[in-house]
Every structure is written in structure tokens, then in C-alpha cells.
């Protein structure tokens, strides 16, 4: 059954690879989602045999089939890449699953087909990982986080993971209430930790950033304290080694503008990955264990 799930989360990604690409080129020009796919050389429509995600542009060689003009390989890996993450996430949610239930890392995931607190825990980070990619593309590319993607988002991570929380408290799930307070605590104080950064400098640090802030925030507080603190700083941390390496290749100088959303996105995702046994590390370390 794990198998099976891992699968289907993996073609599931790869068709939402397909839409993300469109997501991240529609949004900043603005135009409408609902518009039929056409090239956008020659605006033949594309059929739907040529959309098949990453098949169709392999099979195509990279060329649109009436012009020949050149595709991106941007799309085919993005496509890849959301199929590859979606598994990740899957087997990520399984193995916190099977901890939940006291089966350890290794442990049987069975039970947790049949929790529903799974299935929404699961849907809400799917669902921050397919934001999370279209946000970063949109960034790379032109610098903003639109509002039409990240304040939905986060109305949609506190309705999944508060049916999550309130599910779980009604059938005496292992969560319950405490992850999804501690998520509205953490997206609140990273939101204002970015904010009071703003107001310090507000050329360093931009206001899709701040809001980015709460969302990433509830997502690492439902994980846990550890977990938001790592994430919030390595956000910092790989942001700043981006920085330095652009620099030490002379493609930037130290006041160029650099798109910080995306190393806040993959600050959240190492926090959400390692955040907590980093966190045990580190208070062992330094012996208050």
C-alpha cells in the first residue's frame, strides 16, 4: 500500500508540475488560468497528447510540433522536480505517521491509511509544496510574491490544519489542538520577527517576504519549536551563501537585489525536514538535555 501511495503522489506531482508551469508564467503577466495553452511564438493551441508532463517534451525534442520553435527544459524539470518533491513529502508524512502511532522510523505505516488526520496533514504540506515551487519560479524570475498565491495559501494551511487539529481532538488522535495553536503562534512570530525587519530595512527585505513569513511560520510551528527555529535561520543561511557566491563570481555586488523568497522557502522545508532532531543535537550539545 505504501508503494501504491508513494506512486500515485508521484504522478499526482507531475501532473501539478505541468500546472505550476503555467501558474508561474500566467500570474505575473496576468493572465487568466483558464485560457486554452497555446505556444507563444506561433499561438497554435497545444492538443492535449502534447501536454503530457515531461513525455510530450522529450517526445517533441524540446520544439513546438507546428513551429518548431524552441521549448524551455524548465518545463520538463519543473514537472520532475514536483513529481520527485510530492514523493518526498509523502514518505515524509508516512514515517511522521508511523512515529505518531509509536511504531518508530522504521515502524509499520498501515494506520495511517485509515487516519483521517493523515490525509489532511498530508494534503496541506502537498499543498505547500506545490505553492512552494510556484513561488520560487515567480521570484527567480520577477523578483515579487504575489498576494494572489501567498495570502490564499495561508488561509488555506490554517483551514487544513485546523480540520486536522479538530479531527484529531475528536477521535483521540495524538494530535490534536497543541500543533495547530503552536502553528498560528509560529506564523505570527515570524510575520512580525519579518516585519520589525522591514521597518529596519526596507530595501533589504521586501513585503511579499513578510507575508511569505506567515505562511512558512505555521507550517514549521506545526512541526514543531525546533523546527520553525532552524527553519527561520536557515533561511538566513542559505540566502546568505547564494549571496556571497553571486559576489565571488562577480555577478553581484552587495547591494544588488537578490530574491530572498525562495531561500526563505528552502529554509522552511530543511526546518520541516531535520528542524527537530537538529534541535535535540543542539540542546545536547550544549547539555541542557
Given at each position: 500500500m505504501t508503494a501504491f501511495l508513494l506512486t500515485v503522489a508521484g504522478v499526482f506531482g507531475l501532473l501539478i508540475g505541468s500546472f505550476l508551469n503555467v501558474?508561474?508564467?500566467?500570474?505575473?503577466a496576468g493572465i487568466s488560468l483558464m485560457r486554452e495553452s497555446r505556444c507563444p511564438e506561433c499561438d497554435a493551441p497545444i492538443r492535449w497528447w502534447q501536454n503530457v508532463p515531461v513525455l510530450s517534451?522529450?517526445?517533441?525534442?524540446?520544439?513546438?510540433?507546428?513551429?518548431?520553435?524552441?521549448?524551455?527544459?524548465?518545463y520538463a524539470i519543473v514537472e520532475a522536480l514536483t513529481g520527485v518533491v510530492f514523493v518526498a513529502v509523502t514518505w515524509w508524512a508516512l514515517r511522521l505517521a508511523a512515529l505518531a502511532q509509536g511504531s518508530g522510523v522504521g515502524g509499520s505505516t498501515t494506520g495511517a491509511f485509515t487516519d483521517p488526520v493523515f490525509w489532511l496533514v498530508l494534503v496541506a504540506f502537498l499543498?505547500?509544496?506545490?505553492?512552494?515551487?510556484?513561488?520560487?519560479?515567480?521570484?527567480?524570475d520577477t523578483k515579487r510574491l504575489p498576494n494572489v498565491i501567498v495570502l490564499p495559501s495561508i488561509t488555506v494551511g490554517i483551514a487544513l490544519l485546523g480540520m486536522a487539529a479538530a479531527v484529531g481532538a475528536s477521535t483521540g488522535s495524538a494530535t490534536s489542538?497543541?500543533?495547530?495553536?503552536?502553528?498560528?503562534?509560529?506564523?505570527?512570530?515570524?510575520?512580525?520577527?519579518?516585519?520589525?525587519?522591514?521597518?529596519?530595512?526596507?530595501?533589504?527585505?521586501?513585503?511579499?517576504?513578510?507575508?511569505?513569513?506567515?505562511?512558512?511560520?505555521?507550517?514549521?510551528?506545526?512541526?514543531?519549536?525546533?523546527?520553525?527555529a532552524v527553519g527561520a535561520f536557515a533561511a538566513f543561511v542559505f540566502g546568505g551563501l547564494y549571496s556571497?557566491?553571486?559576489?565571488?563570481?562577480?555577478?553581484?555586488?552587495?547591494?544588488?537585489?537578490?530574491?530572498?523568497?525562495?531561500?526563505?522557502?528552502?529554509?522552511?522545508?530543511?526546518?520541516?525536514?531535520?528542524?527537530?532532531?537538529?534541535?535535540?543535537?543542539?540542546?545536547?550539545?550544549?547539555?541542557?538535555s
Open positions: 501558474v508561474a508564467y500566467r500570474v505575473p517534451w522529450v517526445m517533441l525534442r524540446g520544439k513546438c510540433a507546428n513551429c518548431t520553435a524552441p521549448i524551455s527544459g524548465r499543498y505547500l509544496a506545490a505553492v512552494s515551487i510556484a513561488l520560487t519560479l515567480i521570484d527567480l489542538w497543541g500543533p495547530f495553536l503552536r502553528a498560528l503562534a509560529g506564523g505570527a512570530i515570524l510575520y512580525a520577527f519579518y516585519f520589525i525587519v522591514r521597518v529596519i530595512s526596507p530595501r533589504g527585505m521586501g513585503g511579499g517576504d513578510v507575508k511569505l513569513a506567515a505562511l512558512v511560520g505555521l507550517y514549521l510551528g506545526w512541526c514543531g519549536w525546533a523546527s520553525l556571497l557566491a553571486l559576489m565571488l563570481l562577480r555577478r553581484a555586488k552587495r547591494k544588488t537585489a537578490i530574491p530572498f523568497g525562495p531561500w526563505m522557502i528552502a529554509g522552511a522545508w530543511a526546518g520541516i525536514a531535520v528542524g527537530e532532531p537538529v534541535g535535540r543535537w543542539y540542546v545536547g550539545m550544549l547539555g541542557l
